[in-house]
């Protein structure tokens, strides 16, 4: 076997789970993670939308609130994890690097970025009888011996759900305290179990007892992705085969959110949009559109994906992939004439600082230098030695450590990000031109790990004519039967709109209905009910006798043998790239000079800069 490049740092690369893959001496690829999500969302009650909205959590509460809607999976995190650098702390694929950016928090959860970090001072080691007394309910018993590890969130969840319209301002407060508790819970799950830690508490009495503030006073949203990038990182050092899975800890909801804008693997079709989106009272972000809008995928994401997800992340190349998904395109299908709300924007000047991220005892290097193309900028070739912190602080634990107050020990991250995280910033104000991408594609073919396996997949056979039969459609013919369910789709869905009209007469309407029925009969016995496309995101199908487990279609319109892509505004479950422009960029592990289309965002990102300057400008005067 070809011997292949490290993953920058010794250790990392000897413990990174992703040596079972290249390792002769394992037969299975690591286990698939578990995920620690909670199964029963709080709906959000009326008296705690001034408080949430005050603090910048409203838009998160209503994601939390609508799990209904979202569909964890936990082979595709499995799969991103598989190829997270702790190092640099991005995602290695084989044209380059991507990784989740403060730009993206802001974007997808509306979350504040400016404020002080979320570190805690000392936790009283009475903190459960505190607990007990606020709550005016004794908390249950901890089954391990000494002190409970946090406060369970079924527990507040059964006691505090629900809240009478009636109820006095004392009983509102112990509910929103509750609430408080069950949201930062799911915010930042943690390996002991469903629980929000101790040091956590400390913020949601200050949420509760101190007077609404002008401006968000925490910056959650760095917190949030310092806390996603130690989940990564803890993660790829679990290697071993035990009879209980590994746990993953990292927002879920973030990450996945993540992934569906930038990555075409494991990403549904949206096949009926929510237009305009609107959570009512709520928050409308660039993530509404996967949360309210109805997707089509797989009926079965869970477990048996893995294998096909690495598969298809090994053949993935530069043209799938969603460089820059905050273009003025993107924003316009979203918000249309309505503007972007200004907390997505209010804290754009803090996205390319050079300051560490900090979350209770976490403190996370973050490097956007290394990926400009996701901010529509010009990539540089990216320092040999990545900023970075000592190992020691990069691991730090809080085991065994309960008494420690981490606001005096993290001082100094705590004075950096007070101080500097508005001087720091990454100085580069070039737009990215594909054109230029040459030099950091031949440095990053040498310098980095592009795949985690030493050859590529073998590319799959097609299906056998019984398997054809089977699925009831044949390999030939995917793109058009495609095509087909997309109009029909969209038949269906102007044939109700029609039935809800107002002003419609009980004939139109019946009309209107014989539509809907007839496009839906002529479904069913298509056999289209289950969302199997052999052409999915241009990447071969594996061999399965499970057809569930291919993911949807995001085949674009007008795409098939010798065609161009074109986009239609209607659609947006698709991805959106800025002008597409023929030129000759290097595929990794393709061959040389081959040609291929790849995304031009200079326009694009120019245009969605202005807009997001022109808000953020607005937000801060």
């Given at each position: 076997?070809?011997?292949?490049?490290?993953?920058?740092?010794?250790?990392?690369?000897?413990?990174?789970?992703?040596?079972?893959?290249?390792?002769?001496?394992?037969?299975?690829?690591?286990?698939?993670?578990?995920?620690?999500?909670?199964?029963?969302?709080?709906?959000?009650?009326?008296?705690?939308?001034?408080?949430?909205?005050?603090?910048?959590?409203?838009?998160?509460?209503?994601?939390?609130?609508?799990?209904?809607?979202?569909?964890?999976?936990?082979?595709?995190?499995?799969?991103?994890?598989?190829?997270?650098?702790?190092?640099?702390?991005?995602?290695?694929?084989?044209?380059?690097?991507?990784?989740?950016?403060?730009?993206?928090?802001?974007?997808?959860?509306?979350?504040?970025?400016?404020?002080?970090?979320?570190?805690?001072?000392?936790?009283?080691?009475?903190?459960?009888?505190?607990?007990s007394a606020r709550l005016r309910l004794e908390m249950p018993i901890s089954d391990r011996s000494g002190q409970p590890r946090g406060v369970p969130l079924s527990w507040l969840h059964i006691n505090f759900?629900?809240?009478?319209?009636?109820?006095?301002?004392?009983?509102?407060?112990?509910?929103?305290?509750?609430?408080?508790?069950?949201?930062?819970?799911?915010?930042?799950?943690?390996?002991?179990?469903?629980?929000?830690?101790?040091?956590?508490?400390?913020?949601?009495?200050?949420?509760?007892?101190?007077?609404?503030?002008?401006?968000?006073?925490?910056?959650?949203?760095?917190?949030?992705?310092?806390?996603?990038?130690?989940?990564?990182?803890?993660?790829?050092?679990?290697?071993?085969?035990?009879?209980?899975?590994?746990?993953?800890?990292?927002?879920?909801?973030?990450?996945?959110?993540?992934?569906?804008?930038?990555?075409?693997?494991?990403?549904?079709?949206?096949?009926?949009?929510?237009?305009?989106?609107?959570?009512?009272?709520?928050?409308?972000?660039?993530?509404?559109?996967?949360?309210?809008?109805?997707?089509?995928?797989?009926?079965?994401?869970?477990?048996?994906?893995?294998?096909?997800?690495?598969?298809?992340?090994?053949?993935?190349?530069?043209?799938?992939?969603?460089?820059?998904?905050?273009?003025?395109?993107?924003?316009?299908?979203?918000?249309?004439?309505?503007?972007?709300?200004?907390?997505?924007?209010?804290?754009?000047?803090?996205?390319?600082?050079?300051?560490?991220?900090?979350?209770?005892?976490?403190?996370?290097?973050?490097?956007?230098?290394?990926?400009?193309?996701?901010?529509?900028?010009?990539?540089?070739?990216?320092?040999?030695?990545?900023?970075?912190?000592?190992?020691?602080?990069?691991?730090?634990?809080?085991?065994?450590?309960?008494?420690?107050?981490?606001?005096?020990?993290?001082?100094?991250?705590?004075?950096?990000?007070?101080?500097?995280?508005?001087?720091?910033?990454?100085?580069?104000?070039?737009?990215?031109?594909?054109?230029?991408?040459?030099?950091?594609?031949?440095?990053?073919?040498?310098?980095?790990?592009?795949?985690?396996?030493?050859?590529?997949?073998?590319?799959?056979?097609?299906?056998?004519?019984?398997?054809?039969?089977?699925?009831?459609?044949?390999?030939?013919?995917?793109?058009?039967?495609?095509?087909?369910?997309?109009?029909?789709?969209?038949?269906?869905?102007?044939?109700?709109?029609?039935?809800?009209?107002?002003?419609?007469?009980?004939?139109?309407?019946?009309?209107?209905?014989?539509?809907?029925?007839?496009?839906?009969?002529?479904?069913?016995?298509?056999?289209?009910?289950?969302?199997?496309?052999?052409?999915?995101?241009?990447?071969?199908?594996?061999?399965?006798?499970?057809?569930?487990?291919?993911?949807?279609?995001?085949?674009?319109?007008?795409?098939?043998?010798?065609?161009?892509?074109?986009?239609?505004?209607?659609?947006?479950?698709?991805?959106?790239?800025?002008?597409?422009?023929?030129?000759?960029?290097?595929?990794?592990?393709?061959?040389?000079?081959?040609?291929?289309?790849?995304?031009?965002?200079?326009?694009?990102?120019?245009?969605?800069?202005?807009?997001?300057?022109?808000?953020?400008?607005?937000?801060?005067?």
């Amino acid at each position: 076997m070809a011997e292949m490049p490290q993953l920058l740092n010794g250790y990392h690369d000897n413990h990174h789970r992703c040596q079972l893959f290249i390792n002769p001496n394992h037969e299975n690829p690591p286990q698939t993670f578990r995920l620690r999500t909670v199964k029963t969302p709080w709906s959000i009650h009326n008296r705690f939308l001034e408080h949430l909205e005050a603090y910048g959590l409203l838009h998160f509460a209503n994601i939390a609130a609508r799990r209904g809607s979202f569909t964890a999976d936990p082979s595709l995190l499995t799969s991103l994890v598989d190829r997270w650098r702790p190092k640099t702390h991005t995602f290695h694929f084989r044209c380059g690097e991507l990784a989740p950016a403060l730009k993206d928090v802001s974007m997808i959860t509306a979350l504040p970025i400016r404020g002080v970090p979320v570190v805690h001072p000392r936790v009283s080691s009475n903190w459960p009888a505190d607990v007990s007394a606020r709550l005016r309910l004794e908390m249950p018993i901890s089954d391990r011996s000494g002190q409970p590890r946090g406060v369970p969130l079924s527990w507040l969840h059964i006691n505090f759900e629900i809240l009478s319209t009636h109820a006095d301002p004392e009983t509102t407060k112990r509910h929103l305290f509750a609430y408080l508790l069950w949201l930062f819970g799911v915010m930042f799950p943690n390996s002991h179990g469903e629980i929000v830690l101790p040091g956590l508490i400390y913020f949601a009495t200050k949420i509760v007892d101190e007077p609404l503030p002008q401006n968000p006073p925490y910056s959650v949203g760095s917190a949030l992705l310092s806390h996603t990038y130690r989940g990564l990182c803890d993660a790829t050092q679990k290697t071993a085969f035990t009879s209980k899975a590994p746990l993953l800890c990292v927002s879920y909801e973030f990450l996945h959110l993540w992934s569906r804008e930038y990555l075409p693997v494991g990403r549904p079709r949206i096949v009926e949009p929510a237009t305009p989106y609107n959570y009512g009272e709520g928050v409308v972000t660039m993530s509404s559109r996967w949360m309210l809008g109805r997707k089509k995928w797989s009926t079965k994401i869970a477990k048996n994906c893995y294998p096909i997800y690495h598969d298809q992340f090994e053949l993935l190349n530069d043209s799938l992939i969603t460089w820059n998904p905050w273009t003025e395109a993107h924003i316009d299908m979203v918000f249309g004439s309505q503007h972007m709300p200004v907390k997505c924007v209010r804290d754009s000047a803090f996205w390319m600082t050079r300051c560490n991220l900090l979350y209770l005892w976490f403190v996370e290097p973050y490097n956007p230098d290394r990926v400009m193309r996701q901010f529509g900028l010009y990539q540089d070739i990216p320092s040999p030695v990545p900023r970075c912190i000592d190992e020691e602080t990069h691991k730090m634990s809080n085991m065994g450590r309960s008494g420690v107050d981490w606001n005096a020990e993290n001082i100094e991250w705590i004075n950096q990000w007070n101080n500097e995280a508005l001087q720091n910033i990454v100085p580069q104000q070039r737009t990215y031109d594909a054109t230029t991408t040459e030099a950091y594609y031949n440095w990053y073919r040498i310098s980095m790990r592009t795949r985690l396996t030493s050859e590529p997949p073998t590319m799959p056979t097609h299906p056998t004519h019984m398997e054809q039969l089977q699925r009831r459609m044949d390999t030939s013919s995917a793109y058009y039967r495609d095509s087909a369910i997309d109009i029909c789709t969209q038949v269906q869905a102007m044939a109700r709109e029609g039935m809800q009209a107002q002003g419609i007469d009980p004939k139109g309407r019946s009309f209107f209905k014989k539509i809907s029925e007839f496009v839906s009969t002529r479904f069913t016995r298509c056999g289209i009910e289950n969302d199997v496309v052999t052409a999915a995101y241009n990447i071969p199908e594996p061999r399965s006798a499970r057809p569930s487990v291919a993911p949807s279609s995001s085949m674009r319109w007008g795409e098939g043998p010798n065609t161009t892509s074109t986009l239609p505004r209607h659609d947006s479950s698709l991805p959106i790239h800025g002008q597409t422009s023929q030129v000759n960029a290097p595929d990794l592990g393709s061959t040389p000079g081959q040609t291929h289309f790849v995304e031009h965002d200079a326009y694009t990102a120019y245009g969605a800069h202005s807009r997001i300057s022109a808000i953020s400008a607005h937000a801060r005067d």
